[in-house]
């Protein structure tokens, strides 16, 4: 079976800096992978990478398909969608404009045609991404309006809207506390089990071990585990690397 995602030996350089090292890291169809690591691991960079904004050694292919050479949106376009680790909305559009500016990816048709006062919307997709993320009942509400794990939930259904073969997810835990965490997770597991395909990054170790297929992880930019939560939970390498607070949630009671 062909890898949604599959990227072999990753290295990315910034001048003399080594950022990433001949990653690799696979993603295969309905599964949620988590990628970890302390700050500076190289975790966002790895998604820079392979989503096209920065340039990489190595091979990355989506769906067989090797992606070199191409830019960011015509990755978008081949269905490599990313969220960022900090969530812009429009705050002068209601949720459902919101998903509507991302699902848009007019013909020349429709474009002469919305000019001529003709438009079409893209319900569909509008209406799926909402329901698979109970939005519904928020779709004419203003973003302002929201609170911030509510916003994030918004932020993650304008990037399903596309509907991405992979949609990979920097950091969309941040600033949630506990309640919104969890809420987020079953939603992100809800999603997986339905057929969506992710690459999930955050630093919240009980959101990470408790929703994800497999687990991959960072450290000074080179993959130092990999496997099932439970098999990284009890890695020595992981656990020195999140020496801290941070090693009691990844060690486990």
Not at 117 to 124: C, E, I, L, Q, V
Not at 184 to 204: C, E, F, P, T, V
Not at 214 to 238: C, T
Not at 243 to 252: D, K, P, R, T, W
Request: aromatic share 4%; with cysteine.
């Amino acid at each position: 079976m062909t890898a949604v995602l599959e990227a072999q030996g990753v290295s990315v350089h910034f001048g003399g800096v080594r950022a990433l090292a001949g990653v690799d890291l696979d993603v295969q169809e309905s599964e949620l992978i988590g990628l970890i690591g302390p700050n500076g691991a190289g975790k966002t960079t790895f998604v820079d990478a392979i989503s096209g904004f920065v340039r990489c050694g190595g091979r990355v292919a989506l769906d067989g398909f090797d992606l070199a050479g191409l830019s960011p949106h015509e990755r978008a376009l081949r269905g490599l969608s990313r969220t960022w680790q900090s969530t812009e909305l429009f705050d002068d559009l209601t949720v459902r404009e919101n998903l509507a500016v991302a699902s848009r990816r007019p013909s020349l048709w429709q474009v002469a045609k919305e000019m001529l006062g003709d438009s079409a919307a893209t319900s569909g997709e509008i209406e799926q991404a909402l329901e698979l993320l109970d939005l519904g009942w928020a779709q004419d509400v203003m973003p302002g309006d929201l609170s911030q794990g509510q916003r994030k939930l918004v932020g993650v259904a304008r990037a399903i809207v596309t509907q991405p073969r992979l949609l990979c997810l920097d950091e969309p835990a941040a600033g949630l506390d506990t309640g919104e965490s969890e809420e987020l997770g079953r939603r992100l597991r809800a999603l997986a089990n339905k057929g969506q395909s992710m690459l999930l990054i955050d630093h919240d170790m009980g959101l990470v071990l408790s929703v994800c297929d497999r687990i991959f992880v960072l450290e000074f930019g080179k993959l130092i585990a990999s496997g099932k939560p439970q098999e990284v939970r009890g890695d020595q390498r992981v656990v020195s690397a999140y020496l801290g607070g941070a090693a009691a949630e990844v060690s486990g009671p």
